[in-house]
Structure formats: structure tokens, C-alpha cells
């Protein structure tokens, strides 16, 4: 593990081939998760991922992107472990169909009966906890500024903070609770009850400073395109999260343009799921055509291309970029790389 003592936003993405989550630290005070899984629970350097990147910060927020286990999985016990302050939580239909629908693509993503009771089982435990948050939990439809804040940097000098979240919009959220879930599954639009979930999604974009992050969960095109249609006049981005694992469903070639900036080096991670062979490589070869520095968190690989070996870079500016991948049988691992 490498320590980090200049003036930074420093963001860690984990994953394993199942599950993500993006934990994002600004000057060991501000702390913002997106998305939750087991993984953050290992442990590095005597302390779990998630507590060496946590412990210094005073604010603590997190916000739960939808409804699908490997991005939520594990977060009651963080929540209660690392007193998370405030949260966003997924929009929730409210209805056995929507319960049944959360276990079966569980079962179905993972081949494991076990799974779709794990995926059952948090789902229940996050919904009573979200009960109990008050004011501290909430969702909501259309576009929430989370966060506008300043914080001064470890020189004194001071940044503005904003935190920006786009979920459905009304017109978006009449036409799923129009259509009752259990017939769904066959709706042309969503192919899949799984990607009814994938379109609830929240979106975040982050600026600090001159600094601009966007993360897109697994929202597929429409809804990325919408989000992209209220930041096109200021967007000039450092750093994207890849939406669902590299699929189709969420990145063409125009919407890599559209991503593409006027920065010197943009970054693009993608979290891989295994088992459904994501990333596809035509969507990591969009990001790489158009210059992108492309990441991987399961294989360290720059696109699809493996690297022979794992390489530490010096990083001469204050964005960070920490990537952390584990499995069953393997040694916890990381590496840093310049935005």
C-alpha cells in the first residue's frame, strides 16, 4: 500500500469481477461512497480497504446506486461500522414483484440459488435500516445537489466541493410503475427484468476545484444521455467510471466522444462481471481509439491488453487514483495512477 501525503482528491476504485464500489476521500476530511461490496471489508495492511481510506475523514456520506447486490451488498454492516453520516439510497417500488425480481436476477447473474437468498437477505436489511434513517436516507426523482461545500486543501487554499446526483426523471419513473413488474421481463424496452434495476440507477458527477469525476453506475444510454444533455455546457471531465462493467447497454463510440475532453489525460475504469464477459471489447476499444487511459480493476490491464508487469506511477498533480482488486486467491493488491 502506497501512503499519500500531498493535496489531493484521492479515489479508490475496488472490485473482483463481482461488485463494485468508488470511495472517494478529499483532503482526509470529506469521505463519499458510491456503491458497496464485500470486498471493502478485506483486510490491507492490518485494516479492512475501506477503514485505511476512511478513518481521518469527518464528514462521511454514501450513496447506493440501485438495487442489485453487487452494488449493495454489505452495506448495512459498513453503515453501522464506520457511522456513515448521511446517504442516498435506491428508489424502491415497494412490491413483492420488485422483492421477487431482486432475488431471481441475483440467482440468475450468479447461477446460485444462495445468491438470489443473499441478494434477498440484504435487500431486507437495508430496507429496515432504511426506515429508521429519517431525513439522514432518502431517494428522489430527477436531479439532487447532494453536496455544495468548500474545503480547504492541506495549503489552506480553498475549493468548492459539489456533488451532484441525477436519478429518473418523472416521465422516466410514470413509465416503469405504469407497467407492472412481473410482466416486465418480457418488455422490449428493458429486455430483462435485471435491466429494469440497471435503469433506475443514479448517476454522480463530482467537481472539486478544476478537478471533474462522473460515475455512471449501470444506467444504460438514455438515461446517461439525459444526464449528459444538463452538464453539456461545463462538462471537461478527468476521470469516468464506465457504466455496467463495460457493456453495450451503457457506452457507444458517440458517447466516448461526447465523453472526451479538452484534458491533457482522461481516466476510465471499468469494473468487470465475469460472468456475463464484461467489458466488451468494443466498448474498451471506443476509450482507448479516443486516448483514453484505460483501467481495469481485476486484471490490472490497460484496455484489454495485460500488463507483464504492475506499474507504480509518479503522479505530478493532486488527482489520485488508487485501484484495489482481490480474489479468493490472491494477496491484496494496489496501484496508483495519474488522472
Request: glycine share 6%; aromatic share 12%.
Amino acid at each position: 500500500m502506497i501512503n499519500v501525503s500531498t493535496h489531493f482528491i484521492k479515489i479508490k476504485v475496488v472490485g473482483s469481477g463481482f461488485g463494485e464500489s468508488i470511495l472517494i476521500n478529499i483532503s482526509d476530511y470529506f469521505f463519499l461512497g458510491i456503491d458497496c461490496n464485500k470486498n471493502l471489508l478485506y483486510k490491507a495492511d492490518e485494516k479492512t480497504v475501506l477503514e485505511g481510506f476512511i478513518e481521518n475523514c469527518q464528514k462521511k456520506y454514501w450513496i447506493l446506486s440501485h438495487y442489485h447486490l453487487d452494488h449493495y451488498n454489505r452495506f448495512v454492516q459498513i453503515f453501522e461500522n464506520f457511522k456513515i453520516e448521511k446517504v442516498i439510497v435506491p428508489q424502491d417500488f415497494s412490491s413483492k414483484d420488485f422483492i421477487k425480481l431482486i432475488k431471481s436476477d441475483a440467482k440468475k447473474n450468479t447461477g446460485s440459488e444462495i445468491e438470489g437468498k443473499k441478494a434477498e437477505g440484504e435487500y431486507s436489511k437495508l430496507s429496515k435500516l432504511v426506515s429508521n434513517l429519517g431525513y439522514n436516507g432518502f431517494s428522489f426523482i430527477g436531479k439532487c445537489e447532494f453536496l455544495k461545500c468548500v474545503i480547504s486543501d492541506r495549503k489552506g487554499v480553498k475549493k468548492e466541493l459539489r456533488v451532484k446526483v441525477y436519478g429518473l426523471t418523472s416521465k422516466m419513473e410514470k413509465e416503469i410503475k405504469s407497467s407492472e413488474l412481473s410482466k416486465a421481463l418480457n418488455n422490449s424496452k428493458y429486455a430483462t427484468g435485471g435491466e429494469i434495476i440497471n435503469y433506475t440507477s443514479y448517476i454522480t458527477y463530482i467537481t472539486y476545484g478544476d478537478f471533474q469525476g462522473i460515475f455512471f453506475a449501470d444506467a444504460p444510454l438514455e438515461r446517461i444521455n439525459s444526464c449528459l444533455a444538463n452538464l453539456k455546457s461545463t462538462l471537461n471531465l478527468d476521470f469516468i467510471k464506465i457504466g455496467h462493467h463495460g457493456s453495450k447497454t451503457s457506452s457507444n463510440y458517440e458517447l466516448v466522444k461526447k465523453l472526451n475532453s479538452n484534458k491533457k489525460l482522461q481516466t476510465a475504469i471499468v469494473t468487470p462481471f465475469l460472468k456475463s464477459k464484461l467489458p466488451s471489447k468494443e466498448v474498451m476499444k471506443n476509450y482507448m481509439d479516443l486516448k483514453f487511459n484505460v483501467q481495469n480493476t481485476y486484471t490490472y490491464h490497460q484496455g484489454n491488453v495485460q500488463k507483464k508487469e504492475k506499474k507504480l506511477c509518479q503522479i505530478p498533480n493532486e488527482h489520485r487514483i488508487e485501484i484495489f482488486s482481490n480474489s479468493e486467491n490472491s494477496s491484496v493488491d494496489c496501484s496508483y495512477y495519474k488522472i
